[in-house]
């Protein structure tokens, strides 16, 4: 049977489903509102209730930059397994919403959600519909977004990590450059850009760790945190992206290399996610 867009609307309203979805449940309820609801509960949103507890541990990671090369944005889509994440419509629903991502640029994931995904329905209410369609726990798991004089991006692994940089010169020139400081970034996984950037509890844990090694070499008492805090510089070469070991040429550190390209040339920021 023909149901009015005013019923559709309505059922839109009590249910929070996408006005195709609905349209389809009522039809198929013959009009009658309990019953779509119950129809519509079958598809996705009791699936989504009942696999709230569930490991979305799989699905893929979308890196994409502007084409002004100014911003950039990376996307998790998580689903349950392996199986469904290397399926073609489920890698395409990944691009479309990273391309949302891309064109809205928002403040944060729930603005994400938020953003029309077509003319009928969000971003949230399409992830919502494939809960239905794919039988498994969905969910748009991580947006990241950064932008610079220069944003390179870098997809790793087949989908399963993505990394942006930030760079704080830009032209063509420093294409490669970005394209390798991320990928250098997805090989060594540092935490921050330099020093500067790490966080001050992390460096109080490594120095609380480093006096407790240096406590159990039986060193005294009066000395361990100044042999912990010498420690740090390790610490900051193996951590930090600047100071890592370029590698593709463990003769270089990043930031040397970068310098190879211009004097001044720097990564000012960085976002990786990864699968898991």
Avoid: W
Avoid at 30 to 48: C, H, P, V
Avoid at 86 to 91: H, L, P, T
């Amino acid at each position: 049977m023909s149901v009015s867009a005013a019923d559709v609307k309505q059922l839109r309203e009590m249910t929070g489903a996408g006005m195709m979805d609905c349209k389809k449940a009522l039809e198929e309820a013959n009009g009658d509102f309990e019953t779509a609801i119950e129809i519509l509960r079958k598809q996705g949103q009791k699936l989504s209730v009942k696999r709230a507890d569930r490991d979305a541990k799989e699905g893929v990671v979308i890196a994409k930059t502007s084409d002004d090369r100014k911003r950039g944005i990376i996307i998790r889509l998580s689903c349950e397994t392996d199986f469904v994440a290397k399926g073609e419509s489920f890698i395409s629903l990944a691009q479309s919403i990273a391309d949302v991502a891309l064109a809205t640029f928002p403040a944060n994931l729930e603005g994400l959600l938020a953003e029309r995904y077509n003319d009928e329905v969000t971003v949230g209410e399409k992830v919502v519909e494939q809960l239905g369609v794919i039988g498994e726990k969905v969910e748009v798991a991580t947006y990241e977004k950064l932008e610079a004089a220069q944003v390179a991006s870098y997809i790793h692994m087949g989908y399963r990590a993505g990394v942006l940089v930030g760079l704080n010169l830009d032209g063509d020139d420093y294409l490669e450059a970005g394209r390798d400081a991320a990928m250098q970034v997805a090989a060594m996984r540092p935490i921050a850009v330099d020093e500067a950037g790490v966080d001050k509890s992390v460096i109080e844990k490594e120095i609380e760790i480093g006096m407790e090694v240096a406590r159990g070499e039986g060193k005294a008492e009066e000395m361990l945190e100044k042999i912990a805090r010498g420690k740090l510089g390790k610490f900051f070469k193996e951590n930090t992206l600047l100071q890592q070991q370029f590698v593709k040429d463990n003769s270089l550190t990043v930031a040397a290399y970068l310098k190879t390209k211009n004097k001044d040339l720097t990564v000012t920021d960085f976002k990786h996610v990864m699968l898991g």
